[in-house]
């Protein structure tokens, strides 16, 4: 985890560079960011995706995504350049809902539309729900200093604001980022033990100044949410997010074996990391299939009232990023996405509104980015070269 790659590719735009969720010190600019993912570090380069050549010259059928989509996939496999699982749908019909390789090499399990995955920072996003259904609530708003929750905050973070976490706008520098990250991320460490890593150093510039892509802040969210609810941070998201939208794969990953294995590349076993460091940052599991409940939520007030939901995809201080996710537009086409990365798994999630499109993808080896995968799947869905 060079810097967390707990999720991280934020791939704002699609066809842009991916910005994973954990890593990454810069102003995102309107067309393309990097970032790394929460829960590793991104220490090998990643294989490389070839690019498509042709595309249809008219908006596509359903038949022609399911079959191009399905062959680029199949192809990317048989090259070993691909294993997870991958959801496409439009207009709220599935067209592409499939698993690709195997989840065990060892037993020769093969991944399907149900095999978990670490979603990395894709855990944002939820993390981003639980502090928005508890500013519904009446138990927190997002424009309250931090200090207000945290006992012993630090003199330098009372003008930090949750919104300025959950637009990596605090300042706070990204533990994930630290010296000695590697060395401990095999460890367990609680909320309590991770924030005291970072609580006493200096903050990396003013709060609301910059954007810099900052795990540290979503673990201290995490403990926000729990301070405010008076739950675990797991219980609060089955509560409130996974039980209402029946996301019955998905929860907090306790490296208890059920997920399919992480793999660094074709050949060898993803170090182990301690699932208790990524926290709200990355420290979630799910399947494609449970994502797109998620999606199709997002459509609604179930969860939340359209204004906070408002509030979630709108980007802030001209960084294009909202609150969990990285907001854009490809051409004209606006989209909401995020990658994520951990140890062994790579992720990638785009939302286009105005197209009623949704693309998933969920991988098991860390070498493998799910963000460019994502992006040549948007190609054949739009048409486009």
């Known amino acids: 985890m060079n810097k967390l790659r707990l999720s991280g590719l934020l791939l704002f735009f699609a066809g842009s560079t991916a910005l994973m969720g954990i890593v990454t010190a810069e102003a995102l600019p309107t067309s393309s960011a990097t970032m790394p993912t929460a829960g590793e570090a991104i220490a090998s380069?990643?294989?490389?995706?070839?690019?498509?050549?042709?595309?249809?010259s008219s908006f596509p059928s359903?038949?022609?995504?399911?079959?191009?989509a399905d062959t680029y996939l199949s192809k990317l496999t048989k090259a070993r350049l691909f294993s997870g699982s991958v959801l496409i749908a439009r207009n709220g019909k599935v067209l592409v809902r499939k698993g690709y390789g195997e989840a065990d090499r060892k037993k020769h399990l093969v991944n399907t539309a149900q095999t978990k995955f670490r979603l990395g920072s894709l855990t944002k996003q939820f993390t981003a729900m639980a502090t928005l259904i508890l500013q519904a609530q009446g138990k927190l708003n997002v424009r309250d200093p931090i200090c207000t929750y945290l006992a012993d905050c630090p003199?330098?973070?009372?003008?930090?604001?949750?919104?300025?976490?959950?637009?990596?706008t605090s300042g706070i520098p990204d533990f994930a980022g630290f010296p000695d990250y590697q060395t401990t991320q095999g460890s367990p460490s609680s909320p309590t033990q991770t924030i005291a890593r970072f609580k006493d150093k200096p903050l990396d510039f003013q709060p609301g100044e910059?954007?810099?892509?900052?795990n540290s802040g979503y673990v201290v969210l995490g403990a926000i949410i729990e301070q405010a609810s008076g739950k675990r941070y797991e219980t609060f998201l089955q509560e409130n997010i996974f039980v209402p939208l029946q996301m019955v794969n998905s929860g907090y990953d306790h490296n208890n074996g059920d997920l399919a294995i992480g793999y660094q590349n074709q050949t060898n076993?993803?170090?182990?990391?301690?699932?208790?460091?990524?926290?709200?940052?990355?420290?979630?599991y799910s399947t494609v299939e449970d994502l797109y409940r998620w999606d199709r939520a997002l459509y609604t007030e179930k969860l939340i009232s359209k204004s906070l939901r408002d509030k979630m995809f709108t980007a802030f201080g001209g960084f294009g990023y909202g609150y969990g996710w990285g907001i854009g537009k490809e051409g004209d086409?606006?989209?909401?996405?995020?990658?994520?990365?951990?140890?062994?798994?790579?992720?990638?999630?785009?939302r286009y509104p105005n197209d009623k499109v949704v693309i998933i993808v969920l991988g098991n080896r860390e070498d493998v980015n799910s963000g460019d995968i994502g992006v040549q799947?948007?190609?054949i869905v739009f048409g486009e070269k």
């Open 45 to 56: 380069p990643l294989t490389q995706i070839p690019q498509l050549e042709t595309a249809p």
């Open 210 to 214: 910059k954007f810099s892509y900052s």
């Open 62 to 68: 359903d038949q022609h995504i399911i079959f191009k």
């Open 155 to 168: 003199t330098r973070w009372q003008k930090i604001t949750l919104h300025h976490l959950l637009t990596h």
């Open 269 to 284: 076993l993803a170090d182990f990391i301690d699932m208790s460091i990524p926290y709200a940052a990355g420290g979630l």
């Open 377 to 379: 799947l948007a190609k």
């Open 333 to 350: 086409r606006p989209v909401a996405n995020h990658t994520g990365g951990v140890k062994g798994f790579s992720s990638y999630i785009a």
